[in-house]
């Protein structure tokens, strides 16, 4: 079972102005996959308090997923928020949601979402809206045991996935 924090970004449902529907979304995705989570919260888009939440959440879970704020608006801070924190990016894993995102629109070429790792944790933004949400981590999903398993030390043999 990995352990799993949900991070929501957005200035109106941190100030309960609008429902948050991605986080909920993530946890009931996250719960078929054995995952357990364990925090979930709403905050503003002021990188600061992102960047101070998730080197908070590092310590105590296996993985953090963010939704809001990855793209181009004056506002969408999480991408930088993120960058601060992470010691190690893992490229792909944002190149294959966007990749994905693609077949379906062409504004998934703007999302700048980031995924890394800080110690043994793994950090990965998705987009705000649940219909992102649900596309990014099934593309995702795929990976993430094996990927938190790396990130924990395991000396496991990596054989190609068919």
Do not use: F
């Not at 009931?28 to 888009?45: A, R, T």
């Not at 070429?109 to 793994?122: E, P, Y």
């Amino acid at each position: 079972m990995i352990t799993v924090a949900i991070l929501t970004l957005s200035d109106k449902g941190s100030k309960g102005r609008r429902k948050d529907e991605s986080g909920p979304l993530i946890e009931k995705i996250i719960k078929k996959i054995d995952g357990k989570v364990v925090s979930y919260e709403i905050l503003p888009d002021e990188k600061n308090l992102i960047k101070k939440k998730l080197l908070s959440l590092c310590s105590k879970v296996d993985l953090v997923l963010t939704t809001g704020g990855t793209g181009v608006s004056p506002r969408d801070v999480t991408p930088e928020a993120t960058r601060e924190v992470i010691t190690r990016e893992i490229p792909g894993i944002a190149e294959a949601m966007r990749l994905e995102g693609l077949k379906k629109t062409p504004y998934a070429m703007i999302s700048r979402a980031v995924a890394g790792t800080r110690g043994k944790t793994l950090i990965i933004n998705l987009p705000g809206s649940p219909n992102g949400v649900k596309e990014n981590l099934q593309v995702i999903l795929p990976v993430i045991h094996h990927a938190i398993e790396k990130i924990k030390g395991s000396k496991k043999e990596c054989a190609r996935v068919d």
